[in-house]
């Protein structure tokens, strides 16, 4: 299973941006089936969780930092989940990588790396006048 981000790039602040994550699996499958979220990884600091949308729910998550700016959702003409990016910041800079799990009975930590099984390599988004 190999996840793959696209659309990250040079942005100005205030503008916008979107990545989608795809997954492949010998050949593209179903992001649908999975609880998918969104890190990210700012120079000389940890991952950091910022979006979520669960699977068997449908709801979606978001760290305090995005959450009235950025939007999760899925496209599922194109099984894939978007990160829409309104806002841009400065401090938004960083690589974001996609991650995926299947569904699973009990409580989803969405913010917890452990709780994802499959990840991407991570997309750039740089955020600079």
Known sequence: VQLVESGGGLEQPGGSLRLSCAGFKFDRFELDDYAVGWFRQAPG????????????????????????????????????????MNNLKPEDTAIYYC??????????????????AYWGQGTQVTVSS
């Open 45 to 84: 600091k940890g991952r950091e969780a910022i979006a979520s949308i669960d699977k068997s729910t449908g709801r979606k998550y978001y760290a305090e930092s995005v959450e009235d700016r950025f939007t999760i959702s899925r496209d599922s003409a194109e099984s894939t989940v978007l990160l829409q």
């Open 99 to 116: 991650a995926a799990r299947t569904s699973m009975p009990g409580q989803f930590n969405w913010w917890d790396e452990g709780e994802y």
